[in-house]
């Protein structure tokens, strides 16, 4: 299937290969490749200080159909990205946010959580959320619903939704935009205020932009490629 027809669920239909025959890539190219998005994706960094400037909308839309190239279990694709640019919505995003993480802050994290998040400086405020020209939030289904209201259920929805998203934050970084994962703790809010279905449940908020002339972020270190990889 192309990017181009329009996707239509299939359940029960019968294997119907295709031939798949992508040149291969020399392998200099691979390495210079590998080498420059390392490079490129070293530099990410979560951003939470945004600036207002407008950002082309076809990169943000190229971003998101990009996440949704991401592999899922069973190719049921359980994703939506809502793109909320509208400063009213996002004004109530950000109260209804805003309220539960003032909660969560003020006790509802447990002493352990609040001393991991101390290192990265952030509270209950949350003006990203008002600031950065768009917001993504990105909900998993949990199941498919279709228009006669039965269902089909999706399989391996948490991490089919989780190597979008990764996918998403790759396209806006190498698009040379910055990005936060926001995950208001609950995130039930969302779905009230952008009136989704539902099957589906938030999974993350993410404000896209530039940062800020004055952006600071945290001192932060990546674990090195020793202390991740394990060869056998
Ligand atoms: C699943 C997930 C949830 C996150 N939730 C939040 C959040 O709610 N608020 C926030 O400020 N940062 C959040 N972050 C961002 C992390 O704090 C950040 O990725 C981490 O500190 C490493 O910093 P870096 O992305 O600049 O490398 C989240 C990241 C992930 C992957």
Redesign the pocket.
């Known amino acids: 299937m192309t990017t181009t027809q329009r996707w239509m669920p299939n359940y029960g239909e019968p294997y119907q290969p295709v031939p798949y025959r992508p040149s291969r890539m020399p392998q200099d190219e691979s390495l210079t490749h590998a080498a420059e998005l390392r490079d490129r994706m070293e530099r ?3 951003v ?1 200080m945004f600036s207002p400037d407008p950002v082309p909308e076809q990169v943000v839309l190229d971003a998101i159909a990009t996440a949704s190239t991401a592999p899922s279990g069973a190719h049921q694709q359980p994703w939506t990205f809502v793109l909320v640019t509208d400063p009213e919505v996002r004004q109530r995003i950000r109260d209804a946010a805003e309220a539960e993480e003032r909660v969560s802050y003020e006790g509802r994290l447990g002493e352990e959580w609040l001393s991991a998040l101390r290192p ?1 400086g ?1 509270d209950a405020v949350k003006p990203h959320l008002t600031e950065a020209p768009y917001l993504i939030v990105v909900f998993q289904q949990r199941y498919h619903l279709l228009e006669d209201g039965s269902t089909h259920k999706h399989y391996y929805v948490d991490e089919s939704v989780g190597i979008a998203v990764g996918m998403l934050l790759t396209a806006l970084q190498v698009a040379g935009l910055s990005a ?6 609950p995130m039930r809010f969302l779905a009230e205020v952008l009136g989704r279905p539902r099957n589906e449940k938030a999974f ?1 908020v993410i404000p896209v932009g530039y940062p800020a002339e004055d952006c600071v ?2 001192d ?1 270190h ?1 674990k090195s490629l020793d202390q991740v990889l394990v060869r056998i």
């Open positions: 990410r960094r979560t939470r990265l952030t936060l994962t926001h995950t208001p703790s993350a972020v945290p932060l990546r």
